[in-house]
């Protein structure tokens, strides 16, 4: 059974920073390729970004490209979202997930979720 869990979240500014962490059960990585998505109070969960872990590719919503950076640990077990030059559109809740698809944006691509972390952008 592959566990997910998110930190990280928090209130920032316009224009700061936040990184989100995912804790990932040992082994997911040689199985699964991991993603990040979002969803914000009366919308429908999004594609935030993604990551190949075998051929360490990535992959991002236009929305995202340039200020945000996915990124992996294999020795800690962690999945990572550096959030850049943030806006209030992006506050959401955020959740991490793994799927046998690379590079998938699809939430039915997923098979496994984190129960998400908030994420709250002040203008």
């Known amino acids: 059974q592959v566990q997910l869990v998110e930190s990280g979240g928090g209130l920032v500014q316009a224009g700061g920073s936040l990184r989100l962490s995912c804790a990932v059960s040992e082994g997911t990585f040689s199985t699964y390729n991991m993603g990040w998505f979002r969803q914000a109070p009366g919308k429908e969960r999004e594609f935030v970004a993604a990551?190949?872990?075998?051929?360490?590719?990535?992959y991002y919503a236009d929305s995202v490209k340039g200020r945000f950076t996915i990124s992996g640990d294999n020795a800690k077990n962690t999945v990572n979202l550096q959030m850049n030059t943030l806006k209030p559109e992006d506050t959401a809740v955020y959740y991490c997930?793994?799927?046998?698809?690379?590079?998938?944006?699809?939430?039915?691509?997923?098979?496994?979720w984190g129960q998400g972390t908030q994420v709250t952008v002040s203008s």
């Open positions: 990551l190949s872990w075998s051929g360490g590719n990535t």
């Open positions: 997930a793994a799927g046998k698809r690379i590079g998938a944006r699809g939430i039915y691509d997923y098979d496994y």
